[in-house]
């Protein structure tokens, strides 16, 4: 197990290095001068030249994406161009209040989309089942930012009762301005968590041993319990996990709308100012908090279903065996 | 002898965006204690859409019970709640699905899949279900240290056997045994069967058998019922059935049997098709299968002829023609 | 075991026929089809209109401003309300329904025909699969709008940058729906035999890989358009795609967000126009889904 986590962790590293050379590449291809952007117009050509000269870019790409890379390896990211800031002091500074919303969200889409995901299965065709349908196809439908800007003029600006802006300082004041961006973030997911239980969940009811553990004659909540939702779990976990690496990268859109000082904006403003060691530092947070999330499913799943641990225990002897779960992972993300 | 179990006039359907399938169609059966029927015909004759319903777990939607009742000793299951149905379930009834290697959670170790079967019917601790669990393993013959494992450590026939080991966790005055040996491997359903007929004796269950083998049937079963369109067609004790059976459907399914003792080219197969449950024929359902239909056999549907000694046969020719008594 | 019965025994259906068949059944779908050609027909004749009236129609009514009468909240005259310029609300989501439905389209069908070309080859040749399918990881591994943005950000915000980064960041979902279901066709035994009878590379892949991949791509497709929209709306929001004046939905929404105190018609309503559009495709691709697969149905 232990050896296998330590595989898929290496296996991070071509990835990485392949996500960081993409963005580097276009980052540079891009018609503009990095220069200009630190010094401003009014600059003499003279401080400019040395400036380039400073910061490399007069070496061609590959130089320069290696130079990178190594300052990469000694923990140094890099200078934001804009603010001459180090950019992982800046993003770590940032990083609690993106893991702080995004828990938050998934704490509200988990807590919902589940036992809606297993009623509306389990009533398949009821009332319930239509509203949590069509409610949950409206969800993941909705731009989330506009969702947010719904709720900022209802509960902000028409009833007062949340700040619409920002992040509040003490716990009461921060509870809640995490409210409404909780649940802009938190409405789409679990709408997407909701309707995949519910596949999941239906599929599973179908299978044999549900008929089998009916005709023991236990309860109907063990059933669904121990029997559906324990095998309806896997697809369940990829999607969450995904999603709430998605939301660990920091979300450009919510954060935005709502002032929160998380990644998410920071990042937006990188780009927009074409600040690239930021947007290079962002790039990999992403990245990397998004495959980890993959792997941390990957590790669940062990921990759901039997069968697919024991071919993580065995994997040395049949290499060309793939793993199921990867397999699971892929439809799921299809 | 007691009936144990009477099926009566059981209609069951499944509504689907296609079409109303005829599944079981007034279906009158009943299971003396301490025998084992076997219920014998081909794939979609209602075999196992009856044995979900006698066990109340027929698929709804799209699957509905139509009428009739279901009297398991004087009781009907089709009155009862759900509560009460899931007393009866695995304690007075227990059922074992077709394929052992769908019918266990994967994801359970199958010690637990016993124990959970005892412990939702008798007040046991977490450790005294387990222990009787492993006790149920080692009557099937599984050693009991394997309690802890799961489903894929075991093989196709180790799984049936597990499967057994639930369906008699609780001691059941009823078993039924759906195809119980179809899937497995031919070696293996001699050894499923052995088991199940001692198991049976030492339980003192009454057993219904359900097969498309009659091979099986002669093997194991007391009293046989063929079971056509969604109704029984004939029934009678296995002697009687396999020497004096008289309705052409069963006289087809017998004949369709390769025979040791004589020398023949080609086996003999029931000509045509089993009629769409959609839309079942008004008269006798095997009408257009038989050689011997008539215009009658077309238009009316034939009753049950009770021909005395047990044999029961739903055919127009015995209703004129002379049977010789049975012995 | 009975559906079966019951399905083979009904009459025989091709394929197309029997998924549209059941597609006519789920009456949202069908609704949801008709509204959304209805939307695309109206998108389509703002065209031929500019083109008809020399876009005089289109600088009077969608662009020019009067800013006596801005946001005017909706009316009679003016259902949809005056927006923060004065422009009529429900003209301007009209002109902009062409950005959302034709870029988002124009994406799905380049990525649809790089991705299903490059998930076509890395499935039926292994020795191109591990180079192709490693960069469709990596580029997975960057979010959809992440990645848009970048491309954007770097080469400007064109309509054909826009399209461009999206096309992009779709290709890879393709790559892997393509590649899949090659890889079980491939495995499948009418293909062995196909291949005992002597049919040739060519042959299988016409007749037996494309068909089996069709249904799989026809969903990913209808799904791709609502999440390609999503993004068309979600850069222009922050700036980053469409840019005003033109009626673009997120870029309409990002410009009542500096009005949001003063006028809510102007932030709901491009919003509901771009759930609205995506929502009528999710419904679509759902019923696909359920009309070409069945077995995934109940």
Known sequence: ?334 | MNTILDVKDLVIHYETDDGCVYAVNGLDLDLQEGETLGLVGETGAGKTTLARGIMGLVPDPPGRIRGGEIIYRGTDLLQCSNAEMRKVRGRKIAMIFQDPMTSLNPVTNVGLQIAEAIQSHEKLSRKAAMQKACQMLEQVGIPAERAGEYPHQFSGGMKQRVVIAIALACNPDILIADEPTTALDVTIQAQVLDMLRELRETYHMSMLLITHDLGVVAQTCDRVAVIYGGEIVESADVYTLFDQHLHPYTQGLLDSIPKLNEDVERLKPIEGMMPDPTQLPEGCRFCSRCAYADERCRTEHPNMLDLGNGHKVRCFRYETQEVEPHE | MKKQAAAASGKARSLGADAWYRFKKNRLAVISLIFLCLMIVIAFSTFIIDWATDSSFYDAKVIAQDLRRRLEPPSWEHPFGLDEFGRDMLLRIIWGARYSLFMGMAAVFGATLLGGFLGAISGYYKTADGIIMRVMDILLAVPTILLATAIVAAFGTSKVNLIMAILISQTPTFARVVRASVLTVKEQEYIEAAKAMGASDMHIIIKYIIPNSLSPLIVQCTMSVASAILSIASLSFIGLGIQAPMPEWGAMLSNARTYIRDSWHITVIPGAAIMVTILMLNIIGDGLRDALDPRLKN
């Not at chain 1, 050896?3 to 990485?16: D, G, Q, S």
């Not at chain 1, 409206?138 to 800007?149: A, E, Q, R, T």
């Not at chain 1, 990245?287 to 062990?302: C, K, Q, R």
């Open chain 1, 1 to 334: 197990m232990i050896k296998y986590i330590v595989k898929r962790l290496l296996l991070l590293i071509p990835v990485l290095i392949g996500v960081t050379f993409f963005v580097f590449t276009i980052l540079s291809l891009a018609p503009y001068d990095p220069v200009t952007v630190i010094l401003g117009d009014g600059a003499t050509e003279e401080a400019m030249e040395n400036m380039r000269e400073e910061l490399g870019l007069n070496d061609p790409l590959l130089v320069r994406y290696v130079n990178y890379i190594w300052d990469l390896l000694h923990g140094d990211f890099g200078k934001s161009y804009k603010t001459r800031l180090p950019v992982a002091d800046q993003i770590l500074s940032r990083f609690p209040n993106t893991i702080l919303l995004a828990s938050c969200s998934m704490v509200i889409a988990i807590v919902l989309g589940i036992p809606l995901g297993i009623l509306s299965a389990k009533k398949q065709y009821s009332l319930l089942d239509n509203v949590a349908t069509v409610g949950g196809l409206i969800s993941v439908s909705m731009p989330n930012f506009w969702l947010g800007l719904l709720l900022v003029i209802l509960f902000a600006l028409k009833l007062r009762w949340l700040p619409s802006q920002g992040m509040g300082e003490d716990p009461v004041s921060l509870i809640k301005s995490l409210i409404l961006p909780s649940i802009t973030l938190g409405t789409g997911i679990m709408a997407s968590v909701m309707r995949m239980t519910r596949s999941s969940v239906l599929e599973t009811m179908r299978q044999d041993y549900i008929s089998t553990a009916r005709s023991k004659g236990i309860a109907e909540s063990r059933v669904t319990v121990r029997h559906m939702l324990k095998n309806a779990l896997i697809p369940i976990i990829t999607i969450s996990a995904l999603q709430f690496g998605h939301l660990l990268g920091g979300s450009m859109l919510t954060e935005t709308v709502f002032s929160w000082p998380g990644v998410g904006r920071y990042m937006l403003d990188a780009i927009k100012t074409k600040d690239t060691p930021a947007i290079m530092g962002s790039v990999i947070l992403m990245s990397v908090s998004f495959s980890i999330m993959n792997l941390l499913a990957d590790i669940l799943y062990a921990f759901v279903d039997p069968r697919i641990k024991s071919q993580y225990q065995t994997k040395k002897k049949n290499k060309q065996k793939k793993s199921p779960a990867e397999d699971g992972g892929k439809e799921a993300t299809a």
